[in-house]
């Protein structure tokens, strides 16, 4: 069973930094690229950054880049994403999950973390 738990989300003020987390089970999680999405309200969930499955190579969407960084620890099984310089729109929900587009994500996505930013 594949398990995805994110959290680290929270309120915080424009300008602010938070960092997820995103724990993985049921997966052999050093073969896999993985990536976080979001979902604002009334969008699609959308691919913003990901990572190799040794962690060597990053791609992030250009709305992300220069702020957020995504990270991995194979060791623990752990995704992170540290997010510097929040704006207001960056608020949405997180999620993990694959982070190659070219393959089909893990069918039991997490519930997410709410992450808020306030002007």
């Known amino acids: 069973q594949v398990q995805l738990v994110e959290s680290g989300g929270g309120l915080v003020q424009a300008g602010g930094s938070l960092k997820l987390s995103c724990a993985t089970s049921g997966i052999i999680f050093s073969i896999y690229d993985m990536g976080w999405y979001r979902q604002a309200p009334g969008k699609q969930r959308e691919l913003i950054a990901s990572i190799s499955s040794g962690g060597g190579s990053t791609n992030y969407a250009d709305s992300v880049k220069g702020r957020f960084t995504i990270s991995r620890d194979n060791a623990k099984k752990l995704v992170y994403l540290q997010m510097n310089s929040l704006k207001p729109e960056d608020t949405a929900v997180y999620y993990c999950?694959?982070?190659?587009?070219?393959?089909?994500?893990?069918?039991?996505w997490g519930q997410g973390t709410q992450v808020t930013v306030s002007s």
């Open positions: 999950n694959r982070g190659n587009l070219n393959r089909a994500p893990f069918g039991a």
